[in-house]
Structure formats: structure tokens, C-alpha cells
């Protein structure tokens, strides 16, 4: 019986080899162009994809189409759905988070800000050392001092975004929109903010008190948004930076520090 099996094997083995008819081999096109439709439309199945294919020309069968979608991607990815919705509606989300920071006292300060996603402006910033749903609420009327442009909110499950905080931002017209559980990712833009002003400043600094935290947190919105350039604003600020000419042959460039010198601006100065 072993004997027979083996043979069996490669008797179809031999009956299938390249040339000798059967179903036609799967080019290396269409294996590129089914996960590439699987990911430009989420909601696409094998049908839909077969179709797209038999128009383009191409003589596959949807078993086919069904069995690379199986080994691609799982249907309903949420991340993916996540991410169209974050890429389809950057222009009127702002995003919320907290981050902490220790005093050179040891004491625990809470840094509060409000991201949008278009710009990547700063909207609103401040600190304080009792987080309360309640100061929460107030510094959302100083983010939202009346409707704007801006439909929905993005942010975490922290306690301090309670009931309160979320029936102030449906008030004021704007959709809360709450991340999944232990999925910083979702509000990646928040994220790295907080990851940019640590490496940028606050890994640099121990802030003595909340006055001066706040000040320092403050002057580095102002170079965040002024000076600093963004690779996903296309080398530009969020405040928007002209580009500087050589005013004339003589030039030269000269620097100008940021945030105690912890960072610079360059220009063109006119020689004297």
C-alpha cells in the first residue's frame, strides 16, 4: 500500500507537470494585482475582485481570487477600516491625551493638549498637578470656544474622560470618538507628539514646578509650530514657513537658538 501511494503521487506529479494541460499557472501580475485590490477597497470580496480582473483581461477563476485573499489579509481588518477613517477625515479631527511629567521634586505634573490631525496645530495645551474630569472640561471650553471645523475627537479610555467630558464634546457639536483598549496606536498623532516633545525638550530639562513647565511647554508649541519642520507636512511647519532666497552673493547664514539652545533656525543674513 505504501508502494501505491507513492506511485499514485508521482503519477499526478507527472500528470501535472508544466505543459501537460490542466488549469492555467497563476501569473506573477495577478498575484500582484489581488492583494493590491484587496488593499485599496476593504470591502472587496473574491467576486468583486474576480470581476475586476476578467475586465482587465486576465483568465482567472474566483476559486482563485478566494484562496491569495485567504492567505493576504483577514476580511474586516479593523485596523484598516481605522486608518481610511483617520486618512479620510484628518481635516476636522483634533485629537486629545495626556502625558506626565516629573518635577525635579518628584512631584507628578499632568500635561493636558488638543491635536488636530490636518496641521498637526496645537490647539490648546496646559499643566496641573489634579487632573480632574473637571478641569478637563474647562480647558475643552478654552479648545472649543465655539462650533468650528472640526467633527470628531479622538481619545483614550482614561478615567479623567469621564461622563462629563464626554457629554460637553457632544454639546459643542463634535462626534467623541473613543480608541480601542491598549491601542495607543489609534491615536497615533497624539502619540507622537508627546514622543517629539520628550526627545525635543522635556529629556533635556527638569521642570521645577507647574509655572515652570508650563512655560517651557509653551515656548516649545511656539518653535513646534513656527520652526520645526514636518516630514508629514512636506518639510513645512504647521504655521506654514517661507522659503528664503539668497538675498545676494555676499550672504551668509546665520543661526538663531530655540528653546535655550536646544534646537536652532537658520536664515539669510544680508552682509554689511
Given at each position: 500500500?505504501?508502494?501505491?501511494?507513492?506511485?499514485?503521487?508521482l503519477?499526478?506529479?507527472?500528470?501535472?507537470?508544466?505543459?501537460?494541460?490542466?488549469?492555467?499557472?497563476?501569473?506573477?501580475?495577478?498575484?500582484?494585482?489581488?492583494?493590491r485590490?484587496?488593499?485599496?477597497?476593504?470591502?472587496?470580496?473574491a467576486?468583486?475582485?474576480h470581476?475586476?480582473?476578467?475586465?482587465?483581461?486576465?483568465?482567472?477563476?474566483?476559486r482563485t481570487?478566494?484562496?491569495?485573499?485567504?492567505?493576504?489579509?483577514?476580511?474586516?481588518?479593523?485596523s484598516k477600516?481605522?486608518l481610511?477613517f483617520?486618512?479620510?477625515?484628518?481635516e476636522?479631527?483634533?485629537?486629545?491625551d495626556?502625558?506626565?511629567?516629573p518635577?525635579?521634586?518628584?512631584?507628578?505634573?499632568?500635561?493636558?493638549f488638543a491635536?488636530?490631525?490636518?496641521r498637526?496645530?496645537?490647539?490648546?495645551i496646559?499643566?496641573?498637578?489634579?487632573?480632574?474630569?473637571?478641569?478637563v472640561?474647562?480647558?475643552?471650553?478654552?479648545?472649543f470656544?465655539?462650533?468650528?471645523?472640526?467633527?470628531?475627537?479622538i481619545?483614550?479610555?482614561d478615567?479623567?474622560?469621564?461622563?462629563d467630558?464626554i457629554?460637553?464634546l457632544k454639546?459643542?457639536g463634535?462626534?467623541?470618538t473613543?480608541?480601542?483598549i491598549?491601542?495607543?496606536w489609534?491615536?497615533?498623532t497624539?502619540?507622537?507628539?508627546?514622543g517629539?516633545?520628550r526627545?525635543e525638550?522635556l529629556?533635556h530639562?527638569?521642570?521645577?514646578k507647574?509655572?515652570?513647565?508650563?512655560?517651557?511647554?509653551?515656548?516649545y508649541?511656539?518653535y513646534?509650530?513656527?520652526?520645526?519642520?514636518?516630514?508629514?507636512?512636506?518639510k513645512d511647519?504647521?504655521?506654514g514657513r517661507?522659503?528664503e532666497t539668497?538675498?545676494?552673493?555676499?550672504?551668509?547664514?546665520?543661526?538663531?537658538?530655540?528653546?535655550?539652545?536646544?534646537?536652532?533656525?537658520?536664515?539669510w543674513?544680508?552682509?554689511?
Amino acid at each position: 500500500m505504501r508502494w501505491h501511494r507513492i506511485g499514485f503521487r508521482l503519477y499526478w506529479r507527472w500528470r501535472s507537470r508544466a505543459g501537460s494541460g490542466g488549469r492555467p499557472k497563476t501569473t506573477a501580475e495577478i498575484r500582484t494585482l489581488i492583494p493590491r485590490m484587496a488593499e485599496e477597497n476593504l470591502d472587496w470580496g473574491a467576486p468583486k475582485i474576480h470581476g475586476e480582473l476578467r475586465k482587465l483581461g486576465f483568465n482567472v477563476s474566483e476559486r482563485t481570487v478566494a484562496r491569495y485573499l485567504q492567505r493576504i489579509r483577514r476580511r474586516g481588518d479593523p485596523s484598516k477600516r481605522w486608518l481610511t477613517f483617520l486618512r479620510n477625515h484628518r481635516e476636522v479631527i483634533v485629537a486629545l491625551d495626556f502625558f506626565t511629567v516629573p518635577t525635579v521634586t518628584f512631584k507628578l505634573l499632568y500635561c493636558f493638549f488638543a491635536i488636530e490631525h490636518g496641521r498637526r496645530k496645537i490647539l490648546h495645551i496646559n499643566t496641573t498637578c489634579h487632573a480632574t474630569a473637571e478641569w478637563v472640561v474647562q480647558q475643552l471650553r478654552e479648545t472649543f470656544p465655539e462650533t468650528g471645523q472640526y467633527r470628531y475627537v479622538i481619545l483614550d479610555r482614561d478615567s479623567k474622560f469621564d461622563a462629563d467630558v464626554i457629554t460637553f464634546l457632544k454639546a459643542t457639536g463634535v462626534k467623541p470618538t473613543r480608541t480601542s483598549i491598549r491601542s495607543p496606536w489609534q491615536n497615533g498623532t497624539a502619540e507622537r507628539w508627546v514622543g517629539s516633545c520628550r526627545r525635543e525638550l522635556l529629556d533635556h530639562v527638569i521642570p521645577l514646578k507647574e509655572e515652570h513647565l508650563r512655560r517651557l511647554i509653551r515656548e516649545y508649541v511656539r518653535y513646534y509650530h513656527e520652526d520645526r519642520i514636518h516630514d508629514s507636512l512636506g518639510k513645512d511647519t504647521p504655521y506654514g514657513r517661507a522659503v528664503e532666497t539668497k538675498p545676494s552673493p555676499q550672504a551668509t547664514v546665520i543661526s538663531t537658538a530655540r528653546l535655550g539652545g536646544l534646537h536652532h533656525r537658520y536664515h539669510w543674513h544680508e552682509a554689511a
